[in-house]
């Protein structure tokens, strides 16, 4: 408790959320846990999962794998070990469990047998193992790793002395891809596929060649082949939007390419009767947005056809039937996460809603899923009330019963804001448009309260009716918090997700502003009383919305893009910008590279604004927040820039980083409340 007593003195935090003892509060966020990852054995006797949490010492998330009984039974942490445990995959059997383990050495591949709970690290690699698969008679592992290159050298140096103090070697590349947000300087090399004797062993490389070969691996039912997904085109670091589906023989290393559309084919899974493989993807016609659609084809690559043409929505996570007569998968609808059954001849199913709550923070799709060769499925089960729990639903179950409950020794003695789901419709189209408001634990509608906006990022994701840190947060320091998915969302389909294509931002700003006036024709806001913030494409639009107007209080930009010419050519992805987000490259369109630009509205501004930032962030890097803060300060706005040390574009992966992220918004539209908000 000290420690943690320490931690909150040093953390700005506001008296509010300090004084309400029942309401959710900033140490509360060390104490969240939550599922991922879990997996059902083929017999559906066990479901294995990562549980996870933060440790408060090391500021940072840990898992560890544990197991339980699909009714809720034998709930246990499968090793002693307290170190990092992931990727757990069942053998074909269900006897045995691989997983991928921190070592002091490295990550490497541990086995555990499930009768007797023995357990054994088989391998010792020099990188840390991906994707590992199990071969269908489970003698054997594949999995993917990198093998070093050596950089390019410009200049040979001389001998330096011995005990000389001379500056660090330079940092060479020639790479398009060199750096990436979260990982910094990316070490020249490439991934390959690679097997591993069950029981231990040598292991082999089976691709070579200067291309990456990675994503989820599938073997042929005789466990001859592996297929995988890599891009070995000549002009590959060009050609980044393209993937295509290949196979490697397991003894001659023969290499074949199965697919040779444009545009992203991968994850492919082998049916188990081995007549088919189904496959994610779509043929790029180099847009905004395009829906990743089921395909699948004959296991030599012919005959190819999409599955899920019916459905106009992105699939993700597809497992097949035992029967191999059909494929479970998740998709999004309307904000939420849900899995499906698809037939080989296209007909959907939808199986279970709510499927999510792995991203803590804001409300963001996640989680995942399994089946057992019965049909059994365990999945990551959300609600506004609560994180990812682990849920099951047996085949001729009419809804999914949630058998652990981590955070209710936390949760149920907290009030939390409740979360309702609002629909307007859009003043530029009549389309309806999708949103929720959380309102402050304890919510009186006598009184007023202030209205805080708080826009996605993206802008191609989804926010909906998940449990969000950040969320109860604001609505624990009373705030009635409005989020919504203004057009470029996921989850309502291709042509909406596609809206913005050439047009960001365009008229996404319009849906947001429609839901400020409805939730003000509601009585839950009003307009001497509104706020609003955002990170990353929420940043954009939240600098966009007081170019625009000066409606807001105050406002709280986090991790913005505001110059689309700078951002463009100096953030880590710089090279997927030109036509899918605005035609042709910052030097051959530099009107719309700047009409677009929240930079271009900076002279309208007179909204007290917050700048955000993390320093390490690659994504949108910080001389984008710099630039509006110091024109800003030109201008003499009322302004305030914040820079996260050792922070990248994901600002609130550390529990602290997320704290004092929330903190300072709140303490920063503080100062700008009226007296009627008191």
Not at 217 to 228: A, T
Not at 350 to 359: E, F, Q, R, V
Not at 477 to 506: C, D, I, W
Request: charged share 20%; with cysteine.
């Amino acid at each position: 408790m000290s420690c943690r007593f320490l931690l909150f003195l040093l953390i700005p935090l506001l008296s509010l959320a300090q004084t309400q003892e029942k309401v959710f509060s900033y140490l509360d966020v060390f104490d969240l846990e939550y599922v991922s990852d879990p997996q059902i054995s083929p017999q559906g006797d066990w479901i294995v999962y990562r549980r996870m949490g933060f440790d408060i010492m090391e500021d940072k998330a840990v898992g560890n794998l544990w197991m339980i009984k699909p009714d809720g039974s034998q709930h246990q942490k499968i090793t002693a070990r307290e170190v990092s445990e992931s990727q757990a995959v069942w053998s074909p059997k269900g006897d045995r469990l691989a997983f991928i383990s921190a070592t002091k050495e490295g990550a490497e591949i541990y086995i555990y047998w499930v009768t007797s709970g023995k357990l054994a690290k088989i391998s010792q690699l020099p990188f840390s193992p991906a994707s590992l698969t199990w071969s269908p008679q489970g003698t054997a592992l594949a999995f993917t790793m990198n093998v070093e290159k050596e950089a390019p050298v410009a200049a040979k140096m001389p001998k330096k002395p011995k005990g000389a103090k001379w500056a660090a070697a330079p940092r060479i590349t020639d790479r398009v891809y060199h750096e990436g947000d979260g990982r910094g300087y990316i070490n020249p090399g490439f991934d390959h596929v690679f097997v591993i004797p069950a029981d231990g062993g040598a292991v082999r490389q089976l691709t070579s060649g200067d291309y990456h070969h990675r994503g989820s691996l599938s073997w042929s039912v005789d466990g001859q082949e592996i297929f995988f997904t890599a891009n070995r085109h000549e002009d590959w670091e060009y050609d980044f939007r393209n993937s295509e589906l290949y196979s490697v023989n397991v003894f001659s290393q023969t290499i074949k390419q199965l697919t040779d559309r444009p545009g992203p084919d991968k994850n492919p899974s082998v049916s188990p009767n081995g007549k088919y493989i189904a496959y994610l993807g779509y043929e790029d016609k180099v847009q905004a947005y395009q829906l990743t659609r089921l395909q699948l084809m004959d296991v030599d690559g012919n005959n190819k056809r999409v599955l899920s043409e019916a459905l106009d929505r992105d699939i993700s996570n597809i497992i097949w039937a035992a029967d191999s007569k059909g494929l479970y998968f998740s998709y999004d609808e309307y904000g939420n996460s849900k899995i499906g059954y698809i037939s080989l001849t296209g007909k959907v199913q939808k199986l279970a809603d709510n499927m999510g709550g792995t991203t803590l923070g804001r409300p963001y799709a996640s989680g995942s899923f399994s089946v057992s060769d019965k049909g059994s499925i365990a999945f990551t089960q959300t609600r506004p009330q609560y994180p990812s729990e682990l849920a099951v639903i047996a085949p001729k179950d009419k809804r999914p019963t949630k058998i652990t409950d981590l955070n209710g020794a936390l949760l149920g003695f907290r009030t939390l804001g409740e979360v309702k789901e609002v629909w307007y419709t859009s003043s530029v189209d009549q389309r309806k448009l999708q949103g929720w408001v959380v309102y402050p634990p304890n919510y009186d509608p006598t009184k007023k309260y202030p209205f805080m906006v708080e826009n996605h990022g993206g802008p191609i994701l989804n926010y909906g009716d998940r449990f969000s840190a950040e969320m109860q947060l604001f609505a624990a320091a009373g705030y009635v918090v409005f989020y919504p998915n203004p057009r470029g969302s996921t989850s309502y389909g291709e042509e909406f997700g596609n809206l913005l294509y050439h047009n960001y931002p365009g008229e996404d700003y319009n849906d947001v502003m429609d839901g400020v006036d409805h939730c003000i024709a509601m009585g839950i806001a009003h307009e001497e009383q509104l706020f609003v913030t955002g990170g990353s494409a929420g940043g954009i639009m939240s600098t966009w919305m007081i170019g625009k107007n000066n409606r807001f209080e105050a406002a709280a930009v986090i991790k913005p893009v505001i110059n689309w010419i700078s951002k463009t050519l100096v953030a880590d992805n710089y090279f997927g910008y030109a036509h899918s987000r605005l035609p042709g490259q910052p030097w051959e369109n530099f009107e719309d590279y700047w009409k677009f630009s929240p930079l271009s509205l900076v002279g309208n501004i007179e909204t007290p604004t917050m700048v955000m930032v993390g320093m390490d962030d690659l994504r949108t890097p910080p001389s984008e927040a710099k630039q509006l803060y110091h024109a800003l300060k030109l201008r003499k706005i009322e302004t305030i820039l914040i820079e996260i040390p050792e922070a990248s574009h994901g600002i609130a992966s550390r529990p602290s980083n997320l704290i004092t992220k929330v903190a300072n918004i709140l303490a920063w539209f503080e100062k700008y409340k009226t007296p009627t908000q008191e």
